[in-house]
């Protein structure tokens, strides 16, 4: 691809439908590790390999209905392209809840990879996504009042009504979120992505937060400001 020979590549797995944030968490993390530092976010999911076959389990039907395949990138660095917003990245944070595995993930065996996906997800959402977003804000320096936006992964319909529950925002306010669900699916770890370029590209500014619940289980955070185009 015409990169130079020093380049450093760093491959991660197993994020989830948390990938997303935390990916791009990661990448402004390097970026700003050294200066000039560009950072290419590559964020793949082919999750119609995991299609089980020789099990009829209602999780793995769910989620043969529920994910598709998707990619997304961003290119992360100092420098602002012409003619877009300028977008500016704070530090991210994550918040992971011990014994949860049973919730979401993956159960490995000698086939390949049983989907996980536990029906409780929008209850455990409900109850705990408040909290753990006001300890990411209170992390961040931010009050909940100041953000204009946030940006979240729809893991599902459901999951998108207990987000605005959750954070006590107006019902239907995620609007970007369920358009992306509708049209490409919940495909894991791109799709917060696909929903910020639909946010982006309705011409919303200001402070934004993105997050995004996965396996583990796990809340990723990334603030992030956007600025107006210049005229």
């Not at 948390?18 to 999750?47: M, Q, W, Y």
């Not at 990245?89 to 390949?112: A, E, F, N, Y």
């Amino acid at each position: 691809m015409g990169f130079r020979d020093d380049m450093l590549r760093v491959p991660v797995f197993g994020v989830g439908c948390a990938g997303g944030v935390s990916g791009l968490s990661l990448a402004r993390s390097l970026a700003d590790s050294g200066a000039g530092s560009k950072v290419l976010l590559v964020v793949i999911e082919t999750c119609s390999l995991a299609f089980r076959a020789d099990r009829r389990q209602k999780a793995d039907i769910i989620a043969s209905v529920l994910f598709g395949d998707g990619a997304a990138v961003a290119c992360i660095g100092p420098e602002k392209p012409d003619g877009k917003q300028a977008i500016t990245l704070s530090p991210g944070h994550q918040k992971m809840w011990p014994d949860t595995l049973g919730i979401m993930g993956w159960d490995v065996d000698d086939t390949g990879f049983g989907v996980v996906f536990d029906r409780s997800i929008p209850t455990f959402v409900s109850e705990e996504f408040a909290l753990a977003t006001a300890c990411a804000l209170d992390r961040s320096g931010l009050h909940h009042e100041q953000v204009d936006r946030y940006v979240c992964h729809p893991g599902g319909a459901k999951v998108v009504t207990a987000i605005e529950t959750a954070l006590r925002i107006e019902r239907g306010s995620l609007d970007a979120e369920r358009e992306t669900l509708r049209e490409a699916e919940n495909m894991s770890a791109p799709t917060v992505m696909f929903v910020m370029i639909s946010v982006l590209d309705s011409g919303a500014t200001g402070q934004m937060m993105a997050c995004a619940l996965g396996p583990g289980f796990t809340a990723s955070y990334l603030p992030f400001h956007v600025e107006a185009r210049a005229a």
